[in-house]
């Protein structure tokens, strides 16, 4: 037998509102990141420092990318939820009208 799904439009939309934060939360210490690097290899030169730089630039494109990934997703589980609750809907309103044509004619 399958296991219950306990969801509804608004526990789905509190959770994407959750990701939305951490997307938030996550762009700010990308940001808190690079400056700190700036103020680290300021005075860097060299090999080293054109090495490092692009191994930074990398990883800030590929954190900025699952970051969007993130908000994407957050985005589409808001869709799914408004989805799910119309679905819901219309179900509950079939089983209603399939409950009532099995009534048994009174004797």
Do not use: C
Request: hydrophobic share 35%; glycine share 4%; net charge negative.
């Amino acid at each position: 037998m399958a296991g219950q799904l306990d969801a509804s439009n608004e526990k789905i939309g509190e959770f994407a509102k959750d990701i939305k934060q951490r997307h938030l939360d996550l762009m700010t210490a990308i940001r808190t990141l690079k400056a700190k690097e700036d103020q680290t290899t300021a005075t860097w030169s060299g090999g080293a420092r054109t090495a490092f730089d692009s191994f930074m630039e990398r990883y800030y494109f590929q954190a900025d990318k699952l970051n969007d990934k993130l908000l994407e997703t957050s985005e589409k589980l808001v869709k799914a939820g408004s989805q799910y609750e119309e679905q819901d809907t219309d179900f509950a309103q079939q089983v209603k009208a399939q409950v009532s044509s099995l009534d048994l004619p009174a004797l």
